[in-house]
C-alpha cells in the first residue's frame, strides 16, 4: 500500500529519480536464488551520498521501509521487500571518488562494479582481487561481506574495506575508518556494517584496499582419483605455507556440467582448479612444492592455462557453474548452499553430503573455494514436484546442521538475507542478542532492509 | 570506597580468589604509559569464564565497575580505575584449549602470552606472528587491537581474530566467529568486540588464526642518507608487491640510543631493519628485488643478521627502543605517541614532526612500523618542569592533528584507553554517536571499565 504524501515527499527530495512503474518496481524486488521475491512500492536512483541521505530522512519521518540495491546478484533475498518501502538502486553511484597508487587504496561510490574497477586500476598496475563471480557492485559486495575464489590468499571484503560513507536510518551521514592502513580507535564501526545487509544503514562509499599486479600469473588443473584425496592435498599444500591465490575443487558432477557447456575437454573426475601469483621465481617454487604435494596424493599431471585467454576461458567455466549445473536438468530450479567448515573437517563434510543427495535422489554439483573449507552444492529439483523440493530443502538443513556440528558456519559467503535467518539463529544462538540489542539501538523504527537477517 | 556486601558477595562467587590489599590492588591500576593510574577496589584471579561470569554477575547486581587486566602491558591507561571496582586479573586463565595443526587455528584462555603460544606452536612448525613487543596476554592484545612489526605482511589482530569468548556486562557467557576460515553470518561480533578495551564485556577465550614457520628467514639492517630516501625506498618496495615480513623505519636519535644500549656498531644514520620470510628461491627473489630497490635511494650495503641469535639481538633491540630512548636522558618520564597515516603521507608527517619537536626544544627519537604508515615518537621530558610536560602534551596534540589532516588516526595500535579520549571524538566526528549507541545497547549500566573511549 502505497502512501501518497510519501511518494511526493520522496519526489520533492530527489525530483525526476523515483520510479513506481511496474517494471521499475518487479525487477528489484528478484534476485537468482530468490526469483519470486517481493517488489518494493518505489525506486530511486540516487547520485550521491547527499541524495541517499535526503531520501532515507523521508522515509524515517514516514516510516517506511529502505531497501538498498546494487545489481541484484544477491541469492538469499536481500533485496525482497516483504513490507513494502523504498528500493534504493545506487547504480547511477558509479564514480571513482579518489584513488592512490602509492598507498594502494581508492574510494567509490557504492554502484561501481568490480570489473569496472579493475578496468580503471589495470592501467596503474594495480587489482581489486576480490571476485565473487558475478560483476556485483562494491557497496553490495560490502554489504553481504562478499568473497570467491581469490579469498585464500587476499581475505574477503572483511579484510579490505578499509572505510565506507553510510547514510544512517536517521538520515545522517557518517565516515567509519579511515585511509591508515591500521588503527585502534575507537569500535570498529567498518567491521560492523560490512556484511550487515543493508540493515544498520545505506553504504554510499566504500575506501578499498587494492594490490600490485602480480609479476606472474600460472593457472593449472589437476585431476584426482577421489574427492578425499583432492582435498587432503589442498590441506597439505596450505601447511607448506605456499601462498596459492586460488584452489577450487569441482567434484565428478559438476566436471560433466562444465565440460558439457565450456567443452573444456577434461576427464569427469574431482578436479582442483589452481592459480599462483607472484614472481618469476616464487611461482616457480610455489609450483615445484605443489605439485610434489599434489603427486603424492595420486594428482595428475599439471595441465597449464598460461595464456591471458586461456585463464580467462578456465575461470569463465568456474564462474558459469551453477548454469553449467542447471544445464544438467533443464528446467530445474536451483538451491545453492554455502556452508564453510574448518579445511580439516572438508572431506567428511563433501563426502557426507554427497552420500545425503543420494540417498535422497538429488542431484547436486559441487564446486568449492576449498582452501577455505567453504564449498556449494547446487541441489536442482523440479519446482513443480513437492516431494523433491522438500527433499531439496531438507537437505539443505541437514548440510547445515552437520557444518556447524564441525564448528564451521551455515554461510561462507552470501549471507543470510530471507533464506537463512532461522539458521544464524542456531548458529550463533549466544551472540543473537547482542546482534539484535545493536540493530534496536541504531535502527530503533526498523525500517532498514526489514525481515532480513533476523525472523521477527 | 568499597563497599562490604558486594566484597562478601565476590568472595562467594570466587572463595580465596578476591585480593584487597594495597599492593594488589595498586600494581593494577598503572600500566607503563600511566604510571600514576587509580586503582581498583578489589582483584580477583578467576581460572575460567564461568568464573569471570559468576564475578560479572555480582558487579552487574551491585552496579560497581568491572575492569579487565591481563599483563598491564597497555599505554594508554586501560588498567586504570577511575572510578573503582572490580579489576578482574586473567593471568591464570593460561590455558591452550585447543589446537589444530591442520586448520592452523588455536583457542587459548585469555590469559596465555603471545611467548608461551608461540611456545607451544614452535615443535608442531607454527607459529602466530602477531608482536607488539611487549609479552602481552591474547585476551589483551584482542582488546586493544594490538599489532606491531609484522603487520605489514601479516596483519592485526583483526585479521587474525576468528572468535571469541565473551563475558557480557550482564554476565552471559557467548560465542563470536567460529572455526570457519570465512563467515558471512550476521554482525561481525568478533570485529566489534576486538578493540574495545574491555568497554563491552571480558574477553575470556580467543580463538587464533596461526601459521606455518617460515622455510626460510632473512633478516638485515639498511642505512640511508636521509630519512625521507628511507621512506620513499619503503613505498617502492610496496609497490614491487614483495612480501616483506618486517620493514621497522629508526631515525637518526634513535640509532643514537639503540647503539648505545644494545652496542649494535651502526652509523646514526635514518635506518630500515628488515626481515624477510619464504621459501628459499622467494626469499633470494625478494631479496634481489628490495636491494635494488633500496639501492636507487641511496641505501647501504645490507648487513645481514641470518644466524637465529644475531636475529634476535635485532629484534631485541628494535623492541628495547622505548627504553634505549629513555637512557637518552636519564630520570625523564616518556609520552609515547602512536599516529598511523596514509604511507605517502608518511616522509611529511615525520619530516613536519621532527621539526616541529626541534622547534620546541623536545627530545624525542622516532621509530617506525613503515610498512603500515605506523610510527612511534618517544619524547622525553623533565616530569619536574611544568614548562616541559606542556610543550610535550602541545606538540603531541599537533601530531595528531597533522595526522588526521593526512587521512590518518590518532592510534595505530595503542587504543585510546584514557590518553585518547578526545581524539577518538575527533577523528571519528561523526561515528561517535554510533559507537556511543552500541556502548549503551550493550552495557546500559556503563559498568564495563568505565571512563575508557569516551570522555563522558
Known amino acids: 500500500?502505497?502512501?501518497?504524501?510519501?511518494?511526493?515527499?520522496?519526489?520533492?527530495?530527489?525530483p525526476g529519480g523515483i520510479r513506481t512503474s511496474l517494471s521499475d518496481r518487479d525487477q528489484h524486488g528478484r534476485d537468482p536464488g530468490h526469483p519470486h521475491g517481493q517488489a518494493p512500492d518505489a525506486v530511486a536512483y540516487p547520485t550521491s551520498s547527499?541524495?541517499?541521505?535526503?531520501?532515507?530522512?523521508?522515509?524515517?519521518a514516514h516510516r517506511r521501509p529502505v531497501i538498498p540495491y546494487g545489481v541484484g546478484s544477491s541469492l538469499e533475498g536481500h533485496v525482497s521487500a516483504p513490507h513494502g518501502g523504498l528500493c534504493i538502486d545506487l547504480s547511477r553511484m558509479d564514480r571513482i571518488v579518489a584513488l592512490s597508487a602509492d598507498d594502494m587504496d581508492v574510494r567509490v561510490q557504492a554502484g561501481v562494479t568490480r570489473e569496472r574497477l579493475n578496468d580503471e586500476l589495470r592501467p596503474l598496475g594495480l587489482f581489486f582481487p576480490i571476485d565473487p563471480g558475478a560483476n556485483a557492485t562494491l557497496g553490495g559486495m560490502a554489504s553481504t561481506r562478499a568473497s570467491g575464489t581469490n579469498a585464500v590468499r587476499y581475505g574477503t571484503m572483511r579484510g579490505n574495506v578499509m572505510g565506507?560513507?553510510?547514510?544512517?536510518?536517521?538520515?545522517?551521514?557518517?565516515?567509519?575508518?579511515?585511509?591508515?592502513?591500521?588503527?585502534?580507535?575507537?569500535?570498529?564501526?567498518?567491521?560492523l556494517y560490512v556484511g550487515s545487509e543493508?540493515?544498520?544503514?545505506?553504504?554510499?562509499?566504500?575506501?578499498?584496499?587494492?594490490?600490485?599486479l602480480p609479476?606472474?600469473?600460472?593457472?593449472?588443473?589437476?585431476?584426482?582419483?577421489?574427492?578425499?584425496?583432492?582435498?587432503?592435498?589442498?590441506?597439505?599444500?596450505?601447511a607448506h605455507s605456499v601462498p596459492i591465490a586460488r584452489i577450487e575443487l569441482l567434484d565428478e558432477?559438476?566436471?560433466?556440467?562444465?565440460n558439457a557447456r565450456s567443452h573444456l575437454g577434461y576427464a569427469d573426475l574431482p578436479t582442483l582448479f589452481l592459480e599462483f601469483h607472484g614472481g618469476t621465481a616464487s611461482v616457480d617454487e610455489q609450483v615445484a612444492t605443489v605439485r610434489e604435494v599434489m603427486e603424492g596424493h595420486g594428482g595428475s599431471d599439471f595441465v597449464w592455462a598460461d595464456r591471458p585467454e586461456d585463464r580467462s576461458r578456465l575461470w569463465k567455466a568456474r564462474h558459469e557453474a551453477l548454469w553449467a549445473g542447471k544445464d544438467l536438468r533443464?528446467?530445474?530450479?536451483?538451491?545453492?548452499?554455502?556452508?564453510?567448515?574448518?579445511?580439516?573437517?572438508?572431506?567428511?563434510?563433501?563426502?557426507?553430503?554427497?552420500?545425503?543427495?543420494?540417498?535422497?535422489?538429488?542431484?547436486?554439483?559441487?564446486?568449492?573455494?576449498?582452501g577455505d573449507g567453504n564449498f556449494h552444492s547446487l541441489i536442482l529439483f523440479d519446482p513443480n514436484d513437492d516431494r523433491e523440493r522438500e527433499q531439496a530443502h531438507a537437505a539443505h538443513e541437514a548440510l547445515i546442521l552437520r557444518a556447524l556440528d564441525m564448528g564451521g558456519t551455515c554461510t561462507g559467503e552470501h549471507g543470510i538475507g530471507i533464506g537463512k535467518r532461522e539458521f544464524l539463529a542456531r548458529e550463533h544462538a549466544t551472540g543473537l542478542p547482542g546482534m539484535k540489542a545493536i540493530k534496536l539501538a541504531l535502527d530503533p523504527l526498523g525500517i532498514m532492509n526489514p525481515g532480513k537477517l533476523f525472523a521477527d
Open 164 to 191: 565506507l560513507t553510510v547514510v544512517t536510518p536517521q538520515g545522517d551521514l557518517i565516515q567509519t575508518g579511515s585511509r591508515a592502513r591500521k588503527s585502534a580507535a575507537g569500535y570498529d564501526l567498518t567491521a
Open 198 to 212: 543493508g540493515t544498520l544503514g545505506v553504504i554510499t562509499e566504500v575506501l578499498l584496499r587494492v594490490y600490485p
Open 1 to 14: 500500500m502505497t502512501d501518497s504524501r510519501w511518494l511526493a515527499d520522496l519526489d520533492a527530495a530527489l
Open 50 to 60: 547527499a541524495e541517499v541521505a535526503r531520501l532515507v530522512r523521508v522515509c524515517h
Open 330 to 370: 533443464p528446467g530445474s530450479d536451483v538451491l545453492t548452499t554455502d556452508v564453510c567448515v574448518p579445511i580439516s573437517r572438508l572431506a567428511d563434510c563433501v563426502l557426507d553430503t554427497r552420500e545425503d543427495f543420494d540417498r535422497r535422489g538429488l542431484l547436486a554439483p559441487i564446486v568449492g573455494h576449498v
Open 215 to 238: 609479476q606472474r600469473i600460472a593457472a593449472a588443473v589437476v585431476q584426482f582419483p577421489t574427492l578425499r584425496a583432492a582435498v587432503q592435498s589442498v590441506i597439505d599444500t596450505l
Open 253 to 258: 558432477l559438476q566436471m560433466r556440467a562444465i
